[in-house]
Nanobody, 117 residues
């Protein structure tokens, strides 16, 4: 299973960024995919997930600002991040897991998002 993340970078508060992740075709259409993040000194936390039928789940802290979407033809999941805040600074990890067994999960390598004040 491969998860290849891209995007991220440095942006000022109030700005926008997009992170994307290409997931192995063999699981992309069946598994839940999405993003977690980990800020320095903090635990990894859920950002957003999307399942095979397009149902989404967002952390309260990003609702209304972030949008997760899938491009099935490209086996990709995207996270559009708007109105970014310094508190959004973290390494963002692409993630996928089986909808039938929570223990079957995979992580991408992470991409840095830095929001300056």
């Amino acid at each position: 299973v491969q998860l290849q993340a891209s995007g991220g970078g440095l942006v000022q508060a109030g700005g926008s960024l997009k992170v994307s992740c290409v997931v192995s075709r063999s699981i992309f259409r069946r598994y839940i995919v999405g993003w977690y993040r980990q800020a320095p000194g903090k635990q990894r936390e859920l950002v957003a997930l999307i399942n095979s039928v397009g149902t989404t789940n967002y952390a309260d802290s990003v609702k209304g600002r972030f949008t997760i979407s899938k491009d099935t033809a490209a086996n990709s999941v995207h996270l559009q991040m708007n109105s970014l805040e310094p508190e959004d600074t973290a390494i963002y990890y692409c993630y996928t897991r089986s909808p039938w067994d929570n223990s079957v999960a995979y992580w991408g390598q992470g991409t840095q998002v830095t929001v300056s004040s």
